[in-house]
């Protein structure tokens, strides 16, 4: 079993900076890709983020250079440290995590940009 826990949401302005955290715990984690979505009030969850063994990241297109996913060297946590933030960014953001051959969430984390 897999227990991932995001945290560092929150309300912030337009233009700020938030860093979310994902800690992972219980079995060691190994996984295959691990990633941030997030979703919207009357929106689908969409990827925001994910990042692979080998370092490969990827990114959903509404990011354009804004975000950045890492990790640390024992997949016991994942990082997003977004910047330039917009009201458009509002969302639920939820940790994702694919080992095993299954999918593993966190509960997620708000973060409201609103002036």
């Known amino acids: 079993q897999v227990r991932l826990e995001e945290s560092g949401g929150g309300l912030v302005q337009p233009g700020a900076s938030l860093r979310l955290s994902c800690a992972a715990s219980?079995?060691?984690?190994?996984?295959?890709?691990m990633a941030w979505y997030r979703q919207a009030p009357g929106k689908e969850r969409e990827l925001v983020a994910a990042?692979?063994?080998?370092?490969?990241?990827s990114y959903g297109d509404f990011v354009k250079g804004r975000f950045n996913i890492s990790r640390n060297k024992m997949w016991t946590a994942v990082y997003l440290q977004m910047d330039r933030l917009e009201a458009e960014d509002t969302a639920t953001y939820y940790c994702?995590?694919?080992?095993?051959?299954?999918?593993?969430w966190g509960q997620g984390t708000q973060v409201t940009v609103s002036s």
């Open positions: 994702h995590a694919r080992a095993w051959a299954k999918d593993w």
């Open positions: 990042i692979i063994p080998s370092g490969a990241t």
């Open positions: 219980g079995s060691r984690l190994s996984p295959t890709r």
